[in-house]
């Protein structure tokens, strides 16, 4: 039988996240900052909870989907928040990206509750979570893994649904990933302004190393952003921004050095500070291109 699962943070994520949740059969009960999500997924069956505590208090699984680790902290450990109405036997699911160190800090109070929590950051964007495609990787106790696998099922990929392993491990992996994409976002968007600078169509050089080794989802996706200079968010910048944060943070905490990663969360401080904030994360591109033609435009 489906469990009660309370959702937590109806954003650009999460309010597609939680509709998939219901389509997948689930009783949901929601609560946000703002109020008009809340009443779309009322209007679409769920209920509304008054805070934190209370979805907890209505819940098997409670899942956040929040912008950054303060907002986790709050909504978790708050006056009124989930642990202070946390049942016992419930898992709680971070689907946010925030800090390692943090995670492991809360899911201790959780535990301490009775409760198991788990790290789930998830990849895949807007389109993603509207799809119900999302990458998810998993940190935290096997078993409560294992019994909260069937939920994340009904919003990512069942194929990229993975444990990756103890608590914290999942916001690692996400760190990993956010690295991964900023080192390719920078050099597709290197080749492009190399393009144009020379004089040679970039969409054509586009179509060609897709056909190569330096083919990838940054140059399919991001590269046709690029192209069509379409920076409508599927994932912000100042979000990019944060998680970058938090990669070097992970870094300096590991003692692992990461002079690709500086690079390009410098890129990214300058797209922020040009008035970039809001824009998709691919618009990094745009501040090479501005370089390379000598031109402060936006």
Known sequence: MPETVGFIGLGVMGKPMAKNLMKGGHALVVHNRSRASVDELKAAGAAAAVSPADVARQSNVVITMLPDTPDVEAVLTGADGVISGLRPETVVVDMSSISPVATRRLASLVAKKGGAMLD???????????????????????????????????????????????????????????????GALAGVSEAFALARKAGVDAARVRQAL?????????????????????????????????????????????????????????????????????????????????????????
Do not use: W
Request: proline share 3%.
């Open 120 to 182: 789930a950051p998830v990849s895949g964007g807007e389109i993603g979570a509207i799809n119900a495609a999302l990458s998810i990787m998993v940190g935290g106790d096997a078993a409560a893994f294992e019994r909260v696998r069937p939920i994340l099922a009904c919003m990512g990929n069942p194929e990229r649904i993975v444990h990756i392993g103890e608590s914290g491990a999942g916001q690692i992996c996400k760190v990993c990933n956010q690295v991964a994409i900023g």
């Open 210 to 298: 897709l056909g190569g080794f330096a083919a990838s989802r940054v140059l399919e996706v991001h590269g046709e952003r690029m192209l069509k200079s379409d920076y409508k968010p599927g994932f912000r910048t100042r979000l990019y921004q944060k998680d970058l944060r938090i990669a070097n943070e992970a870094a300096m905490a590991n003692a692992v050095a990461m002079p690709a990663t500086a690079i390009v969360t410098q890129l990214i401080n300058a797209l922020v500070a040009s008035g970039g904030g809001d824009l998709d994360y691919a618009a990094m591109g745009t501040v090479l291109f501005r370089m390379a033609e000598g031109t402060a435009e936006v």
